[in-house]
């Protein structure tokens, strides 16, 4: 795209109807994107996702909260949704795929759909199981579909107590396989005596931890830009 | 945007509600929902309560969805914040916000605003138009002033709801908002109907609860 103005204008669009959580403002940037022949990821790292941190740092300052959060990650997929089938897969040596899912007896998936949303961003294939998941089928699955990560989440100890078996029939089975948990009852101390390899203890921080790790993918597209 | 830093000044939404009334809203009113929030929405304490007429010729759940985002737009404007509750049956569930409607019922936005009482028939009766009204909510944080609440049953004596009922389903209790736990109907035995009556698949109801209500067949009468 030779116009660096009409460039930097979608991307503000698609930032600021991110963060305005303005679904047909993020529809209509991807959609100009397409039609414009903007690189896909651009659109998505520099656009939807630059938004997404803000949002971040505003839920960080008590700015919003999660009624406004969820609206943003509504906002985000409407523009994903248009910008997907025009990505090319980025080689950043990962295959990238997830199972993630909330495990049984707990219902509570509003953390697990934040981290699902930034891994769709990132492009990895995403497996989600949903909520109230029974053990063994996150094991099942991540044979089935020897993706890199398993993701649990939990909001009540009562079903968290559930995550250290899964943990440790994965491990045993595949050992490369990263474990991440997530919920209110999680902890560092948890994770580490149960050997998974991250977690994040509220919604909040699995978005701050996500746009994390999306932030340093963004990077790494960077670099590589500029290698070129 | 900090809400502690600028003094609440509330206002009134008469312009607001003008132009909702325009679009094709039959009722509009403003509510003081600050009691009993759950905690994931406790900064959006007004409740834009918005019914339309059903017995109007045309696509309801369109119509309200439509007023919601004029609603937001109306509010985006001014700087305030929404969070707009679809009609119940246009629920889009693979919407990430749609795990919070069920936190907020459109019943308590149309209470605290006045526009109607909780039956004896566990819906909404709004003295014009009965139970015949459809229903949406807005969320807001905007400090608008708010109407008067109804909080106590204005049923009075009637009791055709509960004669009439098939499945014996109505209790008859008056409601009232200080007892929120009563219940007024027992939904597994309206649900029951189903059974004997399979014609009524989509829904649980039959509906004679809202046709043979007195108000509502006032509202029909001005439809």
């Known amino acids: 795209m030779a116009d660096d103005a009409r460039k930097k204008e979608i991307l503000e669009k698609l930032k600021n109807g991110v963060i305005q959580y303005d679904e047909d403002a993020c529809k209509e940037g991807a959609q100009e994107a397409v039609d414009g022949g903007l690189d896909a990821n651009e659109a998505i790292f520099d656009g939807l996702v630059a938004g997404m941190e803000e949002v971040g740092r505003l839920f960080e300052a008590q700015e919003y909260f999660v009624p406004e959060i969820l609206m943003c990650a509504d906002a985000l997929y409407a523009g994903l949704d248009i910008l997907k089938p025009h990505c090319q897969q980025m080689d950043l040596g990962l295959k990238g795929s997830v199972v993630i899912g909330t495990v049984e007896g707990d219902v509570h998936d509003i953390g697990k759909n934040l981290v699902k949303m930034m891994f769709d961003v990132a492009g990895f294939t995403v497996y989600d199981l949903g909520r109230d998941v029974p053990l063994d089928q996150f094991v099942e699955e991540q044979l089935r579909t020897d993706s890199d990560l398993v993701c649990l989440s939990a909001m009540m100890t009562t079903s968290m107590i559930g995550m250290p078996k899964i943990i440790e029939k994965i491990k045993a089975k595949n050992p490369n396989c990263m474990i991440m948990i997530g919920g209110a009852p999680t902890s560092k101390e948890l994770a580490d005596k149960w050997g998974a390899d991250g977690y994040a203890e509220d919604a909040s921080n699995a978005l701050k931890e996500a ?5 340093f993918l963004r990077k790494l597209r960077e670099e590589k830009a500029a290698k070129k | 945007m900090g809400k502690a830093a600028v003094a609440v000044r509330t206002f009134s939404a008469a312009s607001l509600k003008e132009l ?14 600050t009691e009993g929030l759950s905690r994931e929405i406790t900064h959006l304490n007004r409740g834009i309560a918005l019914a339309v007429n059903r017995s109007l010729n045309r696509d309801t759940v369109d119509l309200l969805v439509r007023l919601e985002r004029i609603a937001v737009k109306w509010l985006k404007e001014r700087g305030f ?47 014009t138009y009965g139970s015949k009204l459809s229903w949406a909510t807005v969320l807001t944080d905007a400090p608008i002033e708010p109407d008067r609440p109804l909080t106590e049953s204005q049923c009075g004596d009637c009791t055709l709801c509960v004669k009439h009922c098939p499945s014996g389903a109505v209790s008859g209790q008056s409601w009232s908002r200080g007892e929120p736990l009563k219940r007024l109907v027992n939904y597994e035995k ?17 509906g004679l609860c809202i046709t043979i209500c007195p108000f509502s067949r006032n509202g029909h009468k001005q439809g």
């Open chain 1, 211 to 215: 746009i994390k790790m999306v932030s």
């Open chain 2, 81 to 127: 914040r929404s969070l707009a509750i679809p009609p119940d049956s246009d629920r889009i569930n693979d919407k990430l916000i749609a795990k919070l409607y069920h936190l907020f019922s459109h019943k308590t936005a149309a209470t605290c605003s006045g526009l109607g009482w909780i039956g004896k028939n566990g819906l909404i009766i709004n003295e």
């Open chain 2, 190 to 206: 309206c649900r029951s109907l189903k059974k004997v009556r399979p014609r009524f698949e989509e829904k649980p109801n039959c």
């Open chain 2, 20 to 33: 909702l009334a325009r679009e094709g809203a039959t009722l509009v009113g403003v509510g003081d929902i």
